[in-house]
């Protein structure tokens, strides 16, 4: 995802798309596991949403805002 879409979602909607891909990098690291994953780049893409989503809280805990511009 793109991190002006995660912008726009509320706290709980951030919360709740980050147990999802949290639930997805941990099933896809078991079929990696066993050599069964469909697209093994796949985790390197949801740990990045992962991340945005942890910094868009972090930023919003800190009531850090961002220009519009980007």
Excluded: G, W, Y
């Excluded at 985790?43 to 519009?68: W, Y």
């Amino acid at each position: 995802m793109k991190a002006p879409e995660l912008r726009k979602m509320s706290d709980p909607e951030l919360a709740e798309k980050l147990e999802e891909f949290k639930k997805e990098c941990f099933n896809l690291r078991f079929q990696l596991a066993s050599h069964q994953a469909p697209n093994p780049r796949r985790i390197r893409a949801v740990k990045r949403d992962i991340a945005k989503i942890k910094t868009i809280q972090r930023e919003r805990e800190l009531n850090i805002e961002r220009a519009s511009s980007r």
